[in-house]
């Protein structure tokens, strides 16, 4: 293991600082927006500006690699998320935010394809599989990192914006100091949304209709918390207990799925998290310890959706074309994260905080009633024949370049001059 690691521990190590300064950044805003008294509306527009940036990022950041080289290009997509982080800090404007986070989110595509294409171009058949995991792992523990960050300070101030411009400038300079040579050109990825309706009708809509609960709730909990009630401490606990036991969801879910149709444990676990949602939504629970165990039962069930969509899919693929009904569908998530803010922010501006929760439980009833639909109108494949689930980050995007990584993607070939992570191709 410690072979394997050691090559690419500069690379997890740049991912982490990028991470925190992320999960930082994406609570700060909102939880300042409020104490600034802006709309919901607009906060609401910070999670679209965002994911619109990211979606683009994904489809146009292997063209600027291609001509900058990966090294030059990583610098500037960090020095640009730095400058944005401090710009934020003072340029306290609505407005400004929501033009800035386009760029946010459009560089976070870009670092993050670079540093996922690097870890692939170094990873072996025998450990990719374990780079992949800790990949993952530590873009968890990076953005709840920077969330609880939170509850240390003052959002009133910069102090938060400069420590995200900090951060950034972090992150640079693992891959800067690195002698690794740079990977090969990261690969387009393209959006077949017929295709990805044909492979898997209800991955296609469970998907989109995940990202949309996904995005509302990503964007919009801290300001559904600040407007309950919450202090800055308790709505970094909130959120972080979203995404940590969404994390610890998915093996069990995962398992699970791998043994019975994968339909009927998405339909259980939109239940729940539907559930979840018109709890939240009907009682209006006040007592923090009330309202963060329902949040983090929304959190657990409604996180574990994405993989078991995902895996899925590829029961119905050939492994060769995992990468591509991955990708697509991860891009798909990304338009349902542009779709969920959009419409959260006003329906929370007319029905009250709570609102938001309602947003969710249709999204989650919706996938309920197709899955158990769908499993009336398509044979499950027997479980001897699918595909091994394995886990996918729940609490933000990765980009497709990540897909590589995984251990469901095609085996590598070892070039006959058997130096390994250089110049190989799928089989």
Not at 128 to 142: H, N, P, V
Not at 170 to 182: E, G, I, R
Not at 319 to 333: A, C, M, T
């Amino acid at each position: 293991m410690r072979k394997n690691l050691l090559p690419v521990a500069a690379l997890l190590l740049g991912t982490l600082f990028l991470f925190l300064g992320n999960g930082l950044h994406s609570l700060l805003l909102p939880v300042r927006g409020t104490t600034e008294g802006y709309s919901t509306t607009l906060l609401g527009l910070l999670g679209t500006s965002w994911a619109s940036g990211f979606v683009l990022g994904c489809l146009l950041a292997p063209t600027i690699v291609k001509r900058a080289g990966h090294v030059r290009a990583f610098s500037g997509f960090a020095a640009l998320l730095a400058i944005i982080a401090l710009l934020t800090g003072l340029l306290v404007d609505p407005i400004w935010w929501v033009v800035l986070r386009a760029f946010t989110g459009f560089s976070t595509a870009g670092t993050s394809m670079i540093i996922e294409s690097w870890l692939n171009e170094r990873a072996t058949n025998e450990s990719r599989g374990a780079i992949f995991s800790l990949y993952i792992a530590i873009t968890l523990m990076g953005v709840v990192g920077g969330q609880l960050m939170i509850p240390f300070g003052n959002t009133g101030t910069t102090t938060f914006f400069m420590i995200c411009g900090i951060v950034y400038c972090l992150a640079m300079l693992p891959t800067l100091l690195s002698t690794a040579a740079s990977p090969q050109p990261l690969k387009q990825v393209s959006l077949d949304l017929r295709g990805l309706y044909r492979n898997s009708p209800i991955s296609f809509l469970g998907i989109l209709l995940v990202g949309i609960a996904n995005g509302a709730y990503g964007t919009l909990g801290a300001v559904f918390g600040r407007q309950v009630g919450l202090t800055d401490s308790n709505v970094a606990l909130m959120m972080s207990t979203t995404i940590f036991a969404g994390a610890v969801m998915q093996f069990p879910a995962g398992r699970l799925s791998d043994m019975i149709d994968r339909r009927y444990v998405l339909a259980a676990l939109a239940a729940v998290a539907a559930v979840a949602g018109t709890l939240i939504f009907l009682i209006e629970p006040t007592h923090v310890i009330m309202l963060i165990t329902l949040v983090g039962i929304y959190g657990a069930t409604a996180n574990a959706l994405y993989p078991i969509a995902v895996s899925h899919a590829n029961d119905f693929a050939t492994p060769e074309d995992f990468v591509k009904i991955s990708g697509g569908l991860l891009l798909l998530y990304g338009i349902g994260t542009i779709i969920g803010p959009t419409i959260g922010g006003p329906i929370m501006t007319v029905t009250g905080p709570y609102g938001l929760f309602m947003i969710t439980a249709c999204a989650h009833v919706l996938i309920t009633a197709y899955a158990i639909f769908r499993s009336r109108m398509r044979a499950a494949v027997p479980a001897a024949e699918r595909d091994a689930y394995s886990t996918i980050n729940p609490g933000t995007l990765t980009t497709p370049e990540s897909l590589q990584l995984s251990p469901r993607a095609a085996p590598f070939e070892e070039e006959p001059n058997g130096e390994e992570g250089l110049e190989r191709k799928p089989q």
